[in-house]
């Protein structure tokens, strides 16, 4: 494997639940589009279309801003099952390129072409263009592509070529194609640590290079000589795989959570939302083929003040009734010792990569059952969406 | 009080009562041992409440009395005599004086009317029980006890007393390991007593160290079950609560069998288990017509793979075993042979000795 030149293609679908909205309904094209909550509540936006960022809107931000920055916004509330639907459909393509997909979210995902040239008989550029033209043509999709010698060049470019366009970073230039990218564009840079990067004056990626890496060490640690280490381009594929390995061994949080349009104090609705929130972060875990340990519940009162509340269990599990009844167990001191209306609400779990679990003697009739209804669920979700199961609890959420 | 007697037997004495006494704990008169000089016999008593153990020695008295003195103490203390008669003697001012020849030490006590009262019992209601093959019953399972504290009652080992039978069993949840043994016992209804693994090895020394003419018995009385042997007297509190029911998942249809010769079994265990996970042990076993493989993986540190000619006819059969967990139950299995039974993938493993119906030991796979 070792100095043998990977070659990775990060696929990235343009705005995407907006692109299927519009599919679904033609006349919305180059509309200014938002798919998310409420905007006379407390709803966030969760994609906006081209036409609406112009206006300064971008997923993350309140609705009620969004509308007040383009009240004439479209505001739609989401069809996710519709979205998981050409989710799927989108990396069974990618699938057909190559075995090595590494779906990252709905709508992105890694793949390792490294050696797949000779089979497709083409280079890494027409396979990415037969790529972005299988997904447009059968999806009706457009989707953005960078074509790099590792992820985070690949990641980089692709996001430097949205909407619609494909860029390939000719290995080597990888350096000198970051250099003058602002230091934000960089995976792992948010808000905050920009802002610390402003101070010593580094505002583009090539900046970093000016830098003594044991300085940067010094100032943000380890994040700071990996960084250092990335605007040299040298981060390749090999960065990535470590984390991406330490990420495996050491435990990760899943975790969902809502606001309510209208805050609540009804223990029954809050149970339903957990319930709701179980099943999700649940299915999650299982996706992932991982196990957790730790459920955890956040509560946000209407005056932001947050609880958080944890319970190690006595042996890790992916059973989505594990991560309710612990949840539900959390629940119980924390609405006794206040009677303040809560405004959102969060379950969590720490996973961890599974591992053959030994059974016991005396309780598997239980878990076995349990298993195997949740199981049952997730195939009907991988043919028709997380909603198209719930339990009966869950779709009380719903209806709040 | 005062007695004398003689060093050896004192301080064998001493050893089996300073191991009973708790070292550290909230009543301090719980770190001593109580003697008590009367009639020609000391009597040497220690408890932590869980479990008492009281046994008479001869000894020249020449002062009736008893006292209570730090068992760890005097254990060491005598441990340390030359050979020869110890003079023990409480004084007026509350202390008690150990004397061989020049030594001469002497030790705070605590008033023995604070001393718990060892459980009373009835020596007519004792009932005689085989003490060879109570050890053999303990040294059979009691491997398999549970150290899960949350699972109180799979602290301690299950004895059933029936008139015709005893039954030992012992289960931490993951593996049970059952045993049966036929006798006449003197009790009106089967006892089902849960004794602590702590207790249980005190019981097996009790058994081991008696004279071989002694015979041992016990009696159950209330929350304690009592045992004597000759002059010892072993009380033990019971560990309260339901066990669980064991019978219900000791498998009884199986879909194939495998036999296996012991020696080979365990040495292709223990090099493959060393690449196995370090947490689980696991080792995947996979059955085939006349011959067994079994595979670890280790992770990053590599993977093992071996490979035993043994006895089977059947469909191809997998399953993941805590490798530890089956060393554990050859090691009591007392023959060179060893028969797994084989249900499902989810279903209880079966390990038996070709000629011992009497001992189950059963292995709960690991979900693969």
Not at chain 1, 252 to 265: A, G, I, K, L, P
Not at chain 1, 365 to 381: K, N, P, S, T, Y
Not at chain 2, 82 to 105: H, M, Q, T, W
């Amino acid at each position: 494997m070792g100095s043998k030149q990977k070659t990775i293609i990060h696929v990235d679908l343009d705005a995407f639940f907006v692109s299927v909205e519009e599919l679904l309904n033609p006349s919305l094209r180059g509309k200014p589009v938002v798919v998310g909550g409420d905007p006379s509540g407390r709803g966030v936006v969760s994609a906006a279309s081209y036409a609406i960022r112009k206006f300064g809107v971008h997923s993350g931000m309140p609705a009620a801003e969004a509308r007040r920055l383009c009240p004439k916004a479209i505001f739609l509330r989401g069809s996710h099952h519709i979205y998981s639907r050409y989710s799927r459909q989108v990396m069974e393509i990618l699938g057909r390129f190559t075995p090595s997909v590494e779906q990252v979210s709905v709508d992105e995902a890694y793949l390792d072409l490294t050696g797949c040239e000779r089979l497709h008989n083409a280079g890494p550029v027409e396979i990415a263009q037969r790529i972005h033209h299988a997904i447009r043509s059968e999806t009706g999709l457009s989707a953005s592509i960078g074509v790099g010698s590792g992820r985070l060049i690949a990641k980089i470019a692709a996001n430097a070529a949205k909407p619609n366009g494909m860029m390939w970073i000719n290995p080597g230039r990888e350096a000198a194609f970051l250099a003058p990218l602002p230091i934000g564009r960089m995976p792992g840079v948010g808000p905050v640590s920009q802002r610390e990067y402003m101070k010593l004056g580094i505002r583009k990626i090539g900046d970093l290079l000016r830098f003594d890496p044991d300085l940067l060490r010094q100032v943000f640690g380890k994040h700071g000589a990996i960084m250092a280490q990335r605007a040299r381009g040298e981060d390749g594929d090999r960065m990535e795989r470590l984390a991406d390995d330490e990420r495996r061994a050491k435990p990760q949080s899943v975790s969902r959570e809502v606001t309510y349009s209208t805050d609540t104090d009804d223990p029954e609705r809050i149970r339903a939302t957990i319930s709701y929130l179980a099943e999700s972060v649940g299915r999650r875990v299982r996706k992932a083929g991982l196990v957790f340990d730790t459920v955890t519940l956040k509560l946000r009162r209407a005056s932001f003040t947050t609880a958080t509340r944890s319970r190690a269990l006595s042996r890790a599990c992916d059973a989505t009734p594990v991560i309710y009844q612990t949840a539900c167990g959390l629940l119980e001191p924390l609405l006794a010792g206040n009677r303040e209306r809560v405004r959102l609400v969060g379950v969590g779990v720490r996973a961890m990569e599974k591992k053959p679990e030994q059974m016991d003697l005396f309780r598997r009739e239980q878990i076995a059952r349990m298993d195997a209804v949740h199981r049952g669920m997730d195939l009907a979700r991988d043919m028709y969406g997380f909603e198209s199961a719930l339990m009966a609890r869950s779709i009380l959420h719903g209806r709040g | 009080m005062e007695f004398t007697i003689e060093r050896g037997q004192f301080q064998r004495a001493l050893q089996r009562a300073h191991s009973v006494a708790s070292s550290k704990g909230p009543m301090p008169i719980l770190s001593n041992v109580l003697l008590e000089a009367k009639d020609g016999s000391v009597s040497v008593y220690a408890t932590n409440l869980d479990m008492g153990l009281k046994g008479r020695f001869k000894a020249k008295v020449t002062t009736p009395g008893k006292t209570t003195v730090l068992a760890k103490k005097l254990h060491d203390i005598v441990r340390e005599l030359p050979e020869g008669d110890v003079v023990v003697k409480l004084d007026d001012d509350a202390r008690c004086r150990i004397i061989l020849g020049k030594s001469k030490f002497n030790l705070a006590t605590i008033d023995p009317a604070d001393f718990p009262a060892f459980p009373s019992y009835d020596s007519a209601s004792l009932t005689p029980l085989d003490g060879e093959m109570l050890s053999e019953m303990i040294r059979k399972t009691s491997f398999a006890i549970s150290q899960d504290e949350t699972r109180m009652t799979l602290n301690g080992a299950l004895m059933e007393v029936s008139a015709t039978k005893v039954r030992m069993v012992a289960t931490d949840g993951h593996r049970l390991a059952f045993i049966e043994r036929e006798g006449a016992f003197k009790v009106k209804n089967p006892e089902k007593t849960i004794i602590t693994k702590k207790a249980i090895a005190e019981l097996s020394k009790l058994q081991a160290e008696g004279e071989e003419d002694e015979v041992l018995k016990f009696h159950r009385h209330d929350n304690h079950i009592i045992f004597e042997k000759g002059a010892q007297v072993l009380a033990i509190r019971l560990i309260e609560g339901a066990y669980p029911n064991y019978e219900q998942v000791i498998p009884k249809e199986f879909s194939g069998e495998a036999k296996l010769p012991v020696a080979e079994f365990i040495h292709a265990l223990r090099r493959v288990v060393q690449l196995a996970d370090e947490k689980s042990h696991m080792i995947r076993f996979t059955f085939t017509e006349g011959k067994v493989e079994l595979l670890s993986e280790g992770g990053e540190i590599g993977e093992a793979r071996d490979e035993m000619a043994i006895e089977y006819s059947g469909q191809e059969f997998v399953v993941g075993l805590n490798a530890y967990y089956l060393l554990d139950i050859l090691n009591i299995i007392g023959h060179q042979e060893v028969v797994l039974r084989l249900q499902n993938q989810l279903s209880p493993v079966m390990v038996k000795s070709p000629d011992d119906p009497g001992l189950i030991c059963i292995v709960m796979p690991m979900r693969l």
